[in-house]
């Protein structure tokens, strides 16, 4: 066992001083970054070399997917004093070598712009043989919460049970809520109970203390945005005059209903009063042709009082015109005096042959006709 000993000595003191002077990685940065997207990072990779690295340096960044079983995505290549981005076309233009001169021993990349996509594992393997050295870190792109938005559920009166809201739409989890009163005494209800998780305070029982304004303060591990919301607390209506005002309105409302309907009914009911009226004057009025008759009858009378009152030598024509008077009267009355029809000839001719003498000596017998007054009576 003892000649043994030397030579297991030897062979470590070789492996250390092979180990200790080989490439080496000297960051001692986070591995593990969290960065809100639209910003900047910075990836460390420091190295130094030895004396027996002696081959041609490559630097190379890739981005190593989650499932072993895929082929990793170089991001960015260094060799032969030369830099090559154009890898990955999702980043393409914004991953760039921190250094002017990688070779100087700094292999930190910068990414601009971060998306939320660029989120991954990101090795760093730096070669120059026979040395080779590897580095990893995990980037998480986190998205910032938006502006929240603080509402109220509830009606703020005296003794309801109301709730204090506040939400924001983007932001990556987990996101966490908290409350703050900033007027007043600064403190919270009482009956306050807050759920970080969901960003509600509901509060039972509220009071007039209550009131004031509140913030709301939504926050994750790259950023914090918040709201403010006032809050009044006011006392309970006054339910029962509420009640009577009501029953009052309705009430006014029916009347007005009431005295519409009762001038309607009274408006329409002497419309047809005076429609009424109208229509027994019409029928008390005599109609047009009754004038006429009577005209008609006047004329006739006198007419025949006249023949009454004539000698005997106008019998003849008399008893020639009295066929004309026993006619029925027409429309020839109606017509003015100018426009009368006139005896025809033969009968006016043939009363002038038999005047009063002729008649005597022709042995007729004079006749006296009564006398009529105008109304048509006989005197």
């Known amino acids: 066992m003892e000649p043994r000993t030397p030579g297991i ?5 070789g492996l250390l001083a092979g180990w200790s002077s080989g490439l080496e990685i000297v960051s001692s940065g986070a591995t593990n970054i969290d ?4 910003q900047s990072v ?4 420091q190295f130094t ?3 027996e690295d002696s081959g041609p340096l490559d630097i190379e960044w890739s981005l190593l997917p989650p499932d072993n079983h895929k082929e990793d995505k170089v991001v960015i290549f260094y060799s032969g004093d030369r830099a090559y981005q154009d890898y990955h076309a999702p980043m393409a233009g914004r991953v760039h070598f921190h250094a002017a001169d990688p070779k100087n021993g700094d292999a930190s990349i910068n990414l601009i712009a971060l998306k939320s996509s660029d989120s991954g594992t990101y090795q760093c393997k730096v070669k120059k043989a026979p040395g080779i050295q590897t580095r990893k870190m995990v980037l998480n792109v986190m998205v910032r919460p938006s502006k929240p938005r603080c509402s109220t ?4 009166l005296e003794g309801n049970n109301i709730v204090l809201r506040c939400t924001s739409k983007e932001g990556t989890s987990p996101l966490k809520y908290s409350w703050e009163k900033t007027s007043d005494t600064r403190l919270l209800p009482g009956s306050a109970v807050l759920d970080a998780m969901g960003g509600t305070m509901s509060v039972k029982n509220v009071t007039a203390g209550a009131s004031g304004t509140y913030r709301c303060v939504a926050s994750n591990r790259v950023g914090t945005e918040d709201c403010i919301l006032h809050l009044k607390v006011t006392p309970p209506p006054n339910t029962a005059g509420i009640i009577a005002g009501s029953i009052i309105a309705v009430l006014l409302i029916l009347l007005l209903i009431a005295i519409v309907l009762f001038c309607c009914c009274r408006a329409r009911h002497r419309k047809k009063y005076e429609k009424e009226i109208c229509n027994e004057i019409r029928e008390d009025v005599p109609p047009p042709k009754s004038r006429v008759s009577t005209a008609r009858s ?3 009378g006198s007419q025949r009082s006249s023949l009454g009152s004539m000698s005997p030598s106008n019998l003849h024509h008399d008893y020639a015109l009295k066929p004309q008077y026993d006619k029925i009267p027409s429309e020839e009355f109606d017509r003015p005096p100018s426009h009368a029809p006139l005896p025809p000839p033969s009968a006016t001719s043939t009363a002038v042959r038999m005047s009063g003498p ?3 000596r022709m042995g007729a017998i004079p006749v006296m006709i009564p006398a009529q ?3 048509g009576s006989i005197v």
């Open 9 to 13: 000595c030897c062979l470590l003191l």
């Open 35 to 38: 960065q809100a997207s639209g």
């Open 42 to 45: 910075k990836l460390d990779c």
């Open 49 to 51: 070399l030895a004396q």
């Open 153 to 156: 559920d509830g009606a703020t």
């Open 298 to 300: 006047f004329t006739v």
């Open 358 to 360: 002729n008649l005597s």
């Open 373 to 375: 007054n105008r109304d």
